[in-house]
């Protein structure tokens, strides 16, 4: 390994998938991890692997143990991105479940002290959001929003509120690793 590398991760939220596909697609030096519902939503928004696998590896979650997890211990990566993110992703990262690659994946980087940054998709009491047929106003429930808001309380995360927000705090953690 000549230097560190980003992990990104992928769940099964649609929300502003393509935005923040787009703008992974734009950087260097990076892993995609897809929880298996992630790779579910990306084929329901004709997202097609191949394309993606051209530009970076991708990890998908097929092992019971999440053996990539180990490469946070070798300094492998820099930094952890999640997004988008599932409200059950976060439920589970805020209660320190690890049982899927994507949450091991989060609970490692923590232990190991590496910056995460997620993306969740609740985030507001009312909010527009992405689906396979268009734009669709969704409701978030109180206890979605209660994990993304005990989220922001956790050590080494930042949590952002929109794709804008995600690049500029991707670019400014690369920036800052230069």
């Keep these: 390994m000549d230097k560190p590398r980003l992990a990104w991760a992928m769940t099964g939220s649609g929300h502003y998938i393509k935005e923040c596909l ?52 070798k300094g492998y990566y820099h930094t952890f991105v999640m997004a988008p993110t599932t409200s059950n992703t976060v439920a589970k990262c805020v209660l320190g479940i690890a049982d899927t690659l994507v949450t091991n994946l989060y609970s490692q980087a923590g232990k190991c002290r590496v910056p995460s940054i997620v993306y969740p998709c609740d985030i507001a009491p009312v909010m527009e959001t992405t689906a396979p047929g268009g734009m669709v106003m969704v409701y978030p429930r109180k206890i979605d929003l209660e994990g993304t808001n005990k989220l922001r309380d956790f050590e080494y995360t930042t949590v952002v509120e929109s794709v804008d927000a995600l690049i500029h705090q991707v670019n400014t953690r690369l920036a800052a690793l230069k």
């Design 22 to 73: 787009d703008f992974l697609l734009t950087l260097d030096a990076v892993d995609l991890y897809i929880s298996q519902a992630g790779e579910e939503v990306l084929k329901m928004y004709g997202i097609d692997l191949k394309d993606i696998r051209a530009k970076m590896p991708i990890y998908r979650d097929k092992a019971a143990s999440a053996p990539p997890v180990g490469h946070f211990y």
